[in-house]
Protein backbone atom coordinates (compact mmCIF):
# COMPACT_ATOMS: atom_id res chain seq x y z
CA UNK A 1 0.00 0.00 0.00
CA UNK A 2 1.09 3.60 -0.87
CA UNK A 3 -1.42 5.73 0.95
CA UNK A 4 -3.19 5.01 4.53
CA UNK A 5 -6.46 6.62 5.45
CA UNK A 6 -5.98 8.31 8.99
CA UNK A 7 -8.12 10.31 10.87
CA UNK A 8 -6.74 13.27 13.69
CA UNK A 9 -6.21 16.71 13.96
CA UNK A 10 -4.26 18.23 10.91
CA UNK A 11 -1.33 18.86 13.02
CA UNK A 12 -0.72 15.35 14.51
CA UNK A 13 -0.80 13.71 10.82
CA UNK A 14 2.61 12.73 9.75
CA UNK A 15 3.69 13.82 6.00
CA UNK A 16 5.00 10.09 6.02
CA UNK A 17 5.06 6.69 8.02
CA UNK A 18 8.09 5.05 8.42
CA UNK A 19 8.26 1.42 9.37
CA UNK A 20 10.57 -1.03 9.87
CA UNK A 21 10.96 -3.68 7.90
CA UNK A 22 14.55 -5.24 9.09
CA UNK A 23 13.48 -8.03 11.05
CA UNK A 24 11.01 -9.11 8.31
CA UNK A 25 11.38 -12.35 6.67
CA UNK A 26 10.55 -14.05 3.40
CA UNK A 27 6.47 -13.69 3.29
CA UNK A 28 6.14 -11.80 6.63
CA UNK A 29 3.64 -9.00 6.63
CA UNK A 30 2.85 -6.07 8.52
CA UNK A 31 -0.71 -5.01 8.60
CA UNK A 32 -2.66 -1.89 8.84
CA UNK A 33 -3.47 -3.11 12.83
CA UNK A 34 0.39 -3.53 13.33
CA UNK A 35 1.09 0.50 12.69
CA UNK A 36 0.60 2.60 15.44
CA UNK A 37 0.86 6.52 15.23
CA UNK A 38 0.51 8.69 18.17
CA UNK A 39 -2.70 10.81 18.31
CA UNK A 40 -3.64 9.83 14.84
CA UNK A 41 -6.07 6.88 14.15
CA UNK A 42 -5.52 4.54 11.24
CA UNK A 43 -9.45 3.96 9.45
CA UNK A 44 -8.36 1.80 6.84
CA UNK A 45 -9.40 -2.41 7.55
CA UNK A 46 -7.32 -3.49 10.29
CA UNK A 47 -6.29 -6.84 8.71
CA UNK A 48 -5.55 -5.10 5.54
CA UNK A 49 -1.75 -6.22 3.96
CA UNK A 50 -0.01 -2.65 3.69
CA UNK A 51 3.77 -4.30 3.47
CA UNK A 52 4.56 -8.25 2.24
CA UNK A 53 8.09 -9.16 1.88
CA UNK A 54 8.86 -11.25 -1.33
CA UNK A 55 11.37 -12.95 -2.94
CA UNK A 56 13.18 -11.83 -5.59
CA UNK A 57 13.47 -14.22 -8.91
CA UNK A 58 17.37 -13.22 -9.01
CA UNK A 59 18.40 -14.63 -6.09
CA UNK A 60 22.04 -14.68 -5.01
CA UNK A 61 24.28 -16.35 -2.25
CA UNK A 62 26.57 -13.71 -0.14
CA UNK A 63 30.07 -14.50 -1.21
CA UNK A 64 31.71 -16.56 1.83
CA UNK A 65 34.39 -15.35 3.52
Known amino acids: ?11 NI ?3 IIVDIS ?6 TIKVEDI ?3 KVSIIDI ?3 VVIIILSSR ?4 APKE
Open 23 to 28: NLDILD
Open 58 to 61: NVEE
Open 14 to 16: PEN
Open 36 to 38: QID
Open 46 to 48: PSK
Open 1 to 11: MRKLKVKGLLE
